[in-house]
């Protein structure tokens, strides 16, 4: 089969916390005209993978922590308060655990190796296809929030370093927003998405990761000894409402989301099997809720209501120790940009040729100029749309709803297909109970997907 292959050498998948992982992870979809058919074996399946149980737990919490964190405290206060906020995470943690071990089923009886693929071979051309596009959406919008998160923190950055307040009136023309958002984005992302392969970010991405757990760190460590001008505003300790609840439901989809990235992760295991996967998906799921919940309860706690959707912005700007969180948080965007940018453009890229009929191997020499012409259209319309659109939260909600349907929605319609498939004349308790829980994920992501929707266009345009 060809594929357009994302960094596939499988043997550095060891003990990694390199954020790139992403990119080898979300490998582009293929470019044939159908899946495999069921006894059609990739090559690459009889090769067995290298990586060990303790090495794929940490890729899949690599893959899952982001820039996403930024936003929990204010997912509790949208939430209710931390009880409602721990009780929604714990109860969409099952949901999303179980949705990684159903993909890990499909990929196993399926033998594809990609999220996409996977997508395509049980559910069918249509809803590959559906599967495809919202992984481009997706990225799209990821790019964006991470544009705005850098203007975020470069206006508290520069009012330090200006000794101004963050957003003052009447201050020089290279303070603004704009000029500084696509200073950087000039200067430093679009050279970075450009090149065809980008596992030289490999020790820059090793420092983003550090800087994930540094902002955790900072923001537990400031609830419990806060700075003396830093008061307690007032916190709800209970939701305003179920819809308020529901709201929150985005973020916490959007911190989570590791499922399209997780598929090659499981077979790259040295034993790919899915009751060790699901050992393996829980360990990094816990492991991720620690760290958001840290993040999301002492943000919450320190600030109460009053929390920005990035909470790094309520901290005060003259905060030395949040500055330099404020340095990592840039210098993970930085770099994750460029990954999330080159996994969206080789879907985009598959789309493409599938639609164009065309293999790989004959479209070479037209690559390089598809290739730039496709970053430069996807940097600008980032870009463009960051700069008129600086609520990172409203961005987030979007994509969260988005991330749903990879966490609910694909995994339940594999589920209920995959069930479906089997010839058995009468159907075991289990099979119903199968075919019921996958209804119950489909549901449960279309609820998700459509309150967002909903919300963006009824609440937001028409405001």
Same mark, same amino acid.
């Given at each position: 089969?060809?594929? +357009?292959?994302?960094?596939?050498?499988?043997?550095?998948?060891?003990?990694?916390?390199?954020?790139?992982?992403?990119?080898?992870? +979300?490998?582009?979809?293929?470019?044939?005209?159908?899946?495999?058919?069921?006894?059609?074996?990739?090559?690459? @399946?009889?090769?067995?993978?290298?990586?060990?149980?303790?090495?794929? !737990?940490?890729?899949?919490?690599?893959?899952?922590?982001?820039?996403?964190?930024?936003?929990? &405290?204010?997912?509790?206060?949208?939430?209710?308060?931390?009880?409602?906020?721990?009780?929604?995470? #714990?109860? /969409?943690? *099952?949901?999303? !655990?179980?949705?990684?071990?159903?993909?890990?089923?499909?990929?196993?009886?399926?033998?594809?190796?990609?999220?996409?693929?996977?997508?395509?071979? *049980?559910?069918?051309?249509?809803?590959?296809?559906?599967?495809?596009?919202?992984?481009?959406?997706?990225?799209?919008?990821?790019?964006?929030?991470?544009?705005?998160?850098?203007?975020?923190?470069?206006?508290?950055?520069?009012?330090?370093?200006?000794?101004?307040?963050?957003?003052?009136?009447?201050? &020089?023309?290279?303070?603004?927003?704009?000029?500084?958002?696509?200073?950087? $984005?000039?200067?430093? @992302?679009? &050279?970075?998405?450009?090149?065809?392969?980008?596992?030289?970010?490999?020790?820059?991405?090793?420092?983003?990761?550090?800087?994930?757990?540094?902002?955790?760190?900072?923001?537990?460590?400031?609830?419990?000894?806060?700075?003396?001008? #830093?008061?307690?505003?007032?916190?709800?300790?209970?939701?305003?409402?179920?819809?308020?609840?529901?709201?929150?439901?985005?973020?916490?989809?959007?911190?989570?989301?590791?499922?399209?990235?997780? *598929?090659?992760?499981?077979?790259? #295991?040295?034993?790919?099997?899915?009751?060790?996967?699901?050992?393996?998906?829980? $360990?990094?799921?816990?492991?991720?809720?620690?760290?958001? /919940?840290?993040?999301?309860?002492?943000?919450?706690?320190?600030?109460?209501?009053?929390? =920005?959707?990035?909470? +790094?912005?309520?901290?005060?700007?003259?905060? /030395?120790?949040?500055?330099?969180?404020?340095?990592?948080?840039? +210098?993970?965007?930085?770099?994750?940009?460029?990954?999330?940018?080159?996994?969206?453009?080789?879907?985009?890229?598959?789309?493409?040729?599938?639609?164009?009929? #065309?293999?790989?191997?004959?479209?070479?020499?037209?690559?390089?100029?598809?290739?730039?012409?496709?970053?430069?259209?996807?940097?600008?319309?980032?870009?463009?749309?960051?700069?008129?659109?600086? =609520?990172?939260?409203?961005?987030?909600?979007?994509?969260?709803?988005? $991330?749903?349907?990879?966490?609910? *929605?694909? &995994?339940?319609?594999?589920?209920?297909?995959?069930?479906?498939?089997?010839?058995?004349?009468?159907?075991?308790?289990?099979?119903?109970? /199968?075919?019921?829980?996958?209804?119950?994920?489909?549901?449960?992501?279309?609820? @998700?997907?459509?309150?967002?929707?909903?919300?963006? !266009?009824?609440?937001?345009?028409?405001?």
């Amino acid at each position: 089969m060809a594929q +357009l292959s994302i960094n596939s050498d499988l043997g550095e998948w060891g003990l990694s916390t390199d954020s790139g992982e992403r990119a080898r992870l +979300l490998q582009s979809p293929s470019v044939d005209v159908a899946p495999k058919s069921e006894g059609e074996a990739s090559p690459e @399946i009889v090769g067995r993978g290298t990586t060990s149980t303790l090495g794929a !737990i940490f890729i899949v919490v690599n893959a899952c922590l982001g820039a996403g964190l930024l936003n929990f &405290p204010a997912a509790f206060s949208t939430a209710g308060g931390v009880a409602a906020g721990i009780t929604l995470q #714990m109860a /969409m943690l *099952v949901f999303i !655990i179980s949705g990684l071990v159903i993909l890990a089923y499909c990929s196993q009886a399926s033998n594809e190796r990609t999220y996409q693929e996977v997508v395509w071979a *049980v559910c069918g051309k249509l809803t590959g296809v559906l599967c495809e596009v919202a992984i481009a959406i997706y990225t799209f919008g990821t790019c964006i929030a991470f544009l705005i998160i850098i203007g975020d923190q470069q206006d508290k950055i520069i009012a330090v370093m200006a000794k101004e307040p963050a957003g003052a009136s009447g201050s &020089p023309w290279y303070t603004d927003r704009k000029f500084t958002i696509s200073l950087t $984005a000039f200067l430093f @992302i679009l &050279p970075l998405s450009i090149p065809r392969e980008i596992g030289f970010q490999k020790y820059a991405s090793f420092l983003s990761v550090v800087g994930t757990w540094y902002v955790t760190a900072i923001i537990i460590i400031k609830y419990i000894w806060p700075d003396k001008e #830093m008061t307690p505003a007032d916190a709800l300790n209970r939701p305003a409402s179920w819809i308020a609840v529901f709201n929150a439901m985005p973020t916490i989809c959007f911190g989570f989301q590791c499922h399209v990235s997780s *598929v090659p992760v499981f077979n790259s #295991m040295r034993r790919p099997e899915v009751k060790t996967w699901g050992g393996v998906v829980t $360990a990094a799921m816990v492991i991720a809720l620690a760290v958001y /919940m840290g993040t999301g309860i002492c943000g919450f706690l320190t600030f109460g209501d009053a929390v =920005d959707p990035d909470v +790094l912005l309520s901290y005060p700007s003259e905060d /030395m120790a949040v500055a330099v969180a404020r340095a990592f948080i840039i +210098l993970s965007v930085l770099t994750s940009y460029p990954i999330l940018h080159f996994c969206g453009r080789a879907v985009v890229e598959g789309l493409w040729l599938r639609y164009q009929g #065309m293999p790989v191997e004959e479209d070479v020499g037209r690559e390089r100029r598809r290739r730039v012409l496709q970053t430069l259209v996807w940097f600008l319309l980032t870009l463009l749309l960051a700069l008129f659109i600086p =609520d990172i939260g409203k961005v987030i909600s979007v994509v969260g709803g988005l $991330a749903a349907c990879f966490i609910f *929605v694909f &995994p339940g319609l594999c589920l209920i297909q995959a069930k479906l498939s089997e010839m058995e004349e009468v159907k075991p308790a289990s099979w119903w109970a /199968m075919v019921s829980y996958g209804v119950l994920l489909v549901t449960l992501g279309a609820f @998700i997907f459509g309150q967002t929707t909903a919300n963006a !266009i009824f609440v937001d345009l028409l405001a």
